[in-house]
T-cell receptor
Framework: DAGVIQSPRHEVTEMGQEVTLRCKPISGHDYLFWYRQTMMRGLELLIYFNNNVPIDDSGMPEDRFSAKMPNASFSTLKIQPSEPRDSAVYFC?????????????FGDGTRLSIL | KQEVTQIPAALSVPEGENLVLNCSFT??????LQWFRQDPGKGLTSLLLIQSSQREQTSGRLNASLDKSSGRSTLYIAASQPGDSATYLCAVTQGNNRLAFGKGNQVVVIP
């Protein structure tokens, strides 16, 4: 079991640039979650997918944020244009099972710095 | 809106002491409660998951209790070791698959 894989691990870019974060969930998991972690707000759910379909995107802060899951083994979170306040650690997690009684498995995160 | 609180934000204990971490939540309509461990620069690792119908879960030196009616959970770590130094996060799952997290307890076990 390779775990949830995120790339890149670190990203530093200038304000206004497009940022794309990538995630490969655990094989066989049909739920995928994107979170953002900051010191001020802690961990916040941005969006989650079930069987590649976005189910709840109410946590996406603005239209500058978008997420896609073109297939069961890949998802992206895109920020365009990026702003300094988007600086945070972004986590992807996946979960198997129909019900919420299974734990989520997290990747190691992408540390994003917008200058 | 569900609010999850973990106090204190940081604590230090001498090696060998038992650790007690507390979590409180405002809405008792939860499916389960989870405790996670986060090491610096790493993601979250699930330690224990307690279903809403359960009172506690145990794994090795770890024991977590849940009192849903009062909105409280406690994580006990017996005979703490320096390797237990990490941030511990509590999270509750609500009906729409959303996990609401506390901000964590940052623990340092002093050798």
């Amino acid at each position: 079991d390779a775990g949830v894989i995120q790339s890149p691990r670190h990203e530093v870019t200038e304000m206004g640039q497009e940022v794309t974060l990538r995630c490969k969930p655990i094989s066989g998991h049909d739920y995928l979650f994107w979170y953002r972690q900051t010191m001020m707000r802690g961990l916040e759910l941005l969006i989650y997918f079930n069987n590649n379909v976005p189910i709840d995107d109410s946590g996406m802060p603005e239209d500058r944020f978008s997420a896609k899951m073109p297939n069961a083994s890949f998802s992206t979170l895109k920020i365009q244009p990026s702003e300094p306040r988007d600086s945070a650690v972004y986590f992807c997690a996946s979960r198997g099972g129909q019900y919420s009684n299974q734990p989520q498995h997290f990747g190691d995160g992408t540390r994003l710095s917008i200058l | 809106k569900q609010e999850v609180t973990q106090i204190p934000a940081a604590l230090s204990v001498p090696e060998g002491e038992n650790l007690v971490l507390n979590c409180s939540f405002t809405d008792s309509a939860i499916y389960n409660l989870q405790w996670f461990r986060q090491d610096p620069g790493k993601g979250l690792t699930s330690l224990l998951l307690i279903q809403s119908s359960q009172r506690e879960q145990t794994s090795g030196r770890l024991n977590a209790s849940l009192d849903k009616s009062s909105g409280r959970s406690t994580l006990y770590i017996a005979a703490s070791q320096p390797g237990d130094s990490a941030t511990y996060l509590c999270a509750v799952t609500q009906g729409n698959n959303r996990l609401a997290f506390g901000k964590g307890n940052q623990v340092v076990v002093i050798p």
